[in-house]
Every structure is written in structure tokens, then in C-alpha cells.
């Protein structure tokens, strides 16, 4: 079965920290790895990955993919009160289920001033 | 604004009812997609479209049902069937049909049964 394992599923950190969130995964025909953040409502999309160790980079925000170990990490630097949210993580799987998009249960994050 | 639409925000129903929740896109989007988010727990794949007239059942398909009569729209019924339909409903649509692109979501619909 399909499966996309996050962690932590909580974390509090203070501001300007760093913080690291992890996203494993098991599928059938791997096609890409994304990330999203979701605040009150609809997730917004952060990064799409689907090569192995090539870095993606938003502003404090990176992400890497690892296909060997079947993992990825996203990077929060600097870490802001804004930063606070739900980190999804989400892996497109083809095959059978082709294309669609299993999700991790998140990672909750606090940041305090 | 290109974008999704949900509505209602929120919506109150007495058990044994059914529902139709609304998504509606503007992206030129092929695909849509239904997911149910549950307190502590990921999203979970309800229905996805890929074409006009024609979905595939996702993961939790059993107490709902959608249509597709149109690229812009794709409603999701929720049924008496349902057992547990308390929830929080996200729509999402793609560029690409499933296989290739980020997903975007609308804002979401509340939904309590009781």
C-alpha cells in the first residue's frame, strides 16, 4: 500500500530558528514529490520535486529530494511568526493510481515571538 | 482572478440529508479533484476528473458522488450513505490530468452534520 509518512507531526520553535521537517515515502511508480503549506484553509503549493539531489529554493525555503532512501526534507531558515502552519507533504504516484496524490498527515508547525 | 471557488464556506446539515458541495475554476484546468481533511490527518483522495463526463473514484469513494458536465465545474454530493461526513472538503484542479503538475486548491468547505 501506498503510504507517505511525515515528521514530527508537531513542532514549536522560537523565532529566527531553523527548522527541518522530513517526508518519507512508499509507492508504486514514483512520480514526483510536492510540498504545501496550508494555513487556515487551502494548502498552497511551496515545491515540486522529482530529481534527486538538485535543491529547490524559495526565499528561506528549501527542499531536497533523495529517490535512493525515498525521502525529502524541506528547510525553513530564520524561521518567522508567519511561518506558522501545516507543512503538507504529498507524493504523485503513477500505475494504477496514476497521478494522483497520496498525502502525509502533515507536520504542525508553531512558530513563537 | 484566475482561481478556485468553494462554496458554501460553511454548511450545516441534519443527518440523513444529502448535500452538494461547489467547485468551480477558472484555470482552464483539466483535472479536478475531491479530498476530505480530517483533524490531525492528511488529505485523502474522495473523486478526480480527469475529462469532461468522466471520473474515477479515489480512495473513500463510498457515500459520495460527483458529476462533470462541465470543465469548470465539478460538485460533490455527499449522500445519507455517508457515515461520517463531518469534515473539512477541498477541491483542487490541475493543468495536466493526473501525471504531471502541482495541484491548486480551493478555500474549502466546512461541513457539519449532525
Redesign the interface.
Known amino acids: 500500500e501506498d503510504k ?1 509518512v ?1 515528521s514530527p ?1 508537531s513542532l514549536v520553535v522560537h523565532e529566527g530558528d531553523t527548522v527541518t521537517l522530513n517526508c518519507s515515502y512508499e509507492v508504486t511508480n514514483f ?2 514529490l ?1 510540498w ?1 503549506k496550508q494555513e487556515k ?5 511551496l515545491f ?1 520535486l522529482t530529481s534527486s539531489g538538485i535543491e529547490k529554493k524559495s526565499g528561506r525555503l528549501s527542499s531536497i529530494l533523495d529517490k535512493k532512501e525515498l525521502f525529502s526534507i524541506l528547510n525553513i531558515t530564520a524561521t518567522q511568526t508567519g511561518d506558522s502552519a501545516v507543512y ?1 507533504c ?1 507524493v ?1 504516484a ?1 500505475g494504477g493510481s ?4 497520496i ?4 507536520t504542525k508547525l508553531s512558530v513563537k515571538p | 482572478d484566475g482561481g478556485i471557488t468553494q462554496s458554501p464556506k460553511y454548511l450545516f446539515r441534519k443527518e440523513g440529508q444529502n448535500v452538494t458541495l461547489s467547485c468551480e475554476q477558472n484555470l482552464n484546468h483539466d483535472a479536478m479533484y475531491w479530498y476530505r481533511q480530517d483533524p490531525g490527518q492528511g488529505l485523502r483522495l474522495i473523486y478526480y476528473s480527469q475529462i469532461v463526463n468522466d471520473f474515477q473514484k479515489g480512495d473513500i469513494a463510498e457515500g459520495y458522488s460527483v458529476s462533470r458536465e462541465k470543465k469548470e465545474s465539478f460538485p460533490l454530493t455527499v449522500t445519507s450513505a455517508q457515515k461520517n461526513p463531518t469534515a473539512f472538503y477541498l477541491c483542487a484542479s490541475s493543468a495536466y490530468p493526473p501525471g504531471g503538475g502541482e495541484q491548486y486548491f480551493g478555500p474549502g468547505t466546512r461541513l457539519t452534520v449532525t
Open positions: 507517505v511525515q507531526l512520480r514526483s510536492l504545501y484553509k487551502a494548502p498552497t503549493f515540486m503538507l504529498a504523485e503513477g496514476q497521478g494522483n496524490l498525502f502525509g498527515k502533515g
